[in-house]
Nanobody
Framework: QVQLVESGGGLVQAGGSLRVSCTASGRTFSTYAMGWFRQAPGKERTVVAAISWSGGSTYYSDSVKGRFTISRDNAKNTVYLQMSSLKPEDTAVYYC???????????????????WGQGTQVTVSS
């Protein structure tokens, strides 16, 4: 069982930066692929970025590529999402997720993740 707790969300002006973090319980964090998803009101939850358990592979959605960076620190059981050049359309609840599996690959669909955090609100004002 893995518990995920996100932190770092908040209100930021367009063009600003914000870093959200997700800390996991348990001693097997390094064996989980991690992902960041977001969900705006009335919209489906979609992947923002993902990272393999070793950190060797990453994925970004087209909408955030070049602006967001996902990273992980397995010694701290934490995955980060550094967000820069934020836009009002980035406003959403951001969720981190952990996916178990043998292969060291990124996972880009919600169904491939086993555990989810409670979410943290990110609001970008224009």
């Amino acid at each position: 069982q893995v518990q995920l707790v996100e932190s770092g969300g908040g209100l930021v002006q367009a063009g600003g930066s914000l870093r959200v973090s997700c800390t996991a319980s348990g001693r097997t964090f390094s064996t989980y692929a991690m992902g960041w998803f977001r969900q705006a009101p009335g919209k489906e939850r979609t992947v923002v970025a993902a990272i393999s358990w070793s950190g060797g592979s990453t994925y970004y959605s087209d909408s955030v590529k070049g602006r967001f960076t996902i990273s992980r620190d397995n010694a701290k059981n934490t995955v980060y999402l550094q967000m820069s050049s934020l836009k009002p359309e980035d406003t959403a609840v951001y969720y981190c997720a952990a996916g178990a599996g043998y292969l060291d690959v990124v996972r880009t669909t919600p169904s491939r993740y086993n555990y989810w955090g409670q979410g943290t609100q990110v609001t970008v004002s224009s």
